[in-house]
């Protein structure tokens, strides 16, 4: 009798782990702002491989961005059309090349895409 008592108690206060809750939030999440900035690349694609010394470098940015292109040996300032359209050309060197753009914001937000491109004559 004394043992069924004991069990008893010990089951009910026993404390039971939390069971999986979730918690509502009386608040709505608070609005995160949009970058005013994006920049999509279209030419170079990443990893590419050329034959030819001279390439084509275009992309998409806000129209009223500054584009600036760093290459191994080149460095350029662009300035997007009124539809955000950019390109250039530029030449690159033997072997691997890397080429930055940096698209930047009036506001001095800035995004960048990195592109690492081969120039080889060699036959694949």
Request: no cysteine.
């Amino acid at each position: 009798l004394v043992a069924g008592i004991a069990f008893y108690l010990y089951e009910n206060t026993r404390v039971a782990p939390p069971a999986n809750k979730k918690t509502v939030s009386a608040l709505p999440p608070a609005p995160t702002s949009k970058p005013s900035i994006f920049l999509s690349v279209d030419k170079p694609k990443d990893e590419e491989v050329f034959r030819k010394k001279i390439i084509s470098i275009s992309g998409k940015t806000a129209p009223d961005a500054i584009v600036v292109v760093l290459t191994n040996n080149d460095e350029q300032v662009l300035t997007p059309t009124s539809n955000g359209d950019f390109s250039t050309t530029s030449t690159i060197e033997d072997g691997h090349n890397l080429i930055e753009i940096t698209a930047i914001s009036q506001s001095g937000e800035n995004t960048s895409v990195l592109r690492v491109i081969t120039y080889s004559t060699e036959e694949f």
